[in-house]
């Protein structure tokens, strides 16, 4: 069956950096579209960023996070990745990986499975 | 960006009643292959959300039959005929219309009155 496994959360100062990854099993991770997805405590659903099946430069962020964020993506160990960088309080949440609904098109997608998230505390 | 407003922000309902939900886009989100890019998920307390609805009225695998999803253009409605009790969380509109951001609606709280 479809799993995404998140690690990489922990507290870190503003300012510095952290990288997340999800561990993808159950599908063939190299034909979806991969997002991250982010939940400050106790309010709604952010999208942060997708990264394309082809991966490379078919990359897109949301403005808050562009030039301090990079999603990249490792087909041959089936990792999704979140370099953080510059981090802010208002970073802090629970970051979730997910996955496209559908496979290997140019379509965009829902998102039909998503881990448990990691979470990220931003404070000095 | 496309805008998604959520009403009510909560509702109560009573089991085996009808609870609705609306969410309103700032554009239209029905592109011209004629498919509106909205999607519903539920989120319950310290889980993941889970996708119930897309294409803004086709069920996900899975999902029970008293989830429905209509609208088209700007408006759409997340129907749940008849409210059992797993059914209490929160539920999110998305918009996966063209280019990012996909934005969420701010969510809407559904308890048991």
């Known amino acids: 069956q479809v799993q995404l496994v998140e690690s990489g959360g922990g507290v870190v100062q503003p300012g510095k950096s952290l990288r997340l990854s999800c561990l993808a099993s159950?599908?063939?991770?190299?034909?979806?579209?991969m997002h991250w997805v982010r939940q400050a405590p106790g309010k709604g659903l952010e999208w942060v960023a997708v990264i394309w099946f082809e991966g490379g430069s078919n990359t897109y962020y949301v403005d808050s996070v562009k030039g301090r964020f990079t999603i990249s993506r490792d087909n041959s160990k089936n990792i999704l990745y979140l370099d953080m960088s510059n981090v802010r309080v208002e970073d802090t949440a629970i970051y979730y990986c997910?996955?496209?609904?559908?496979?290997?098109?140019?379509?965009?997608?829902?998102?039909?499975?998503w881990g448990q998230g990691t979470l990220v505390t931003v404070s000095s | 960006d496309i805008a998604l407003t959520q009403s009510p922000d909560s509702l109560a309902v009573s089991l085996g009643e009808r609870a609705t939900i609306n969410c309103k886009s700032s554009q239209s989100v029905l592109f011209t292959n004629d498919k509106n890019y909205l999607a519903w998920y539920q989120q319950k307390p310290g889980q993941p959300p889970k996708l119930l609805i897309y294409?803004?009225?086709t069920r996900e695998s899975g999902v029970p039959d008293r989830f429905s999803g209509s609208g088209s253009g700007t408006d759409f409605t997340l129907t749940i005929s008849s409210l059992q009790a797993e059914d209490v969380a929160v539920y999110y509109c998305?918009?996966?219309?063209?280019?990012?951001?996909?934005?969420f609606g701010q969510g809407t709280r559904l308890e048991i009155k």
């Open positions: 997910a996955r496209d609904r559908f496979v290997n098109t140019a379509m965009t997608s829902p998102f039909d499975s």
């Open positions: 159950g599908f063939t991770f190299s034909n979806y579209g």
């Open positions: 998305q918009q996966y219309y063209s280019t990012p951001p996909y934005t």
């Open positions: 294409w803004a009225s």
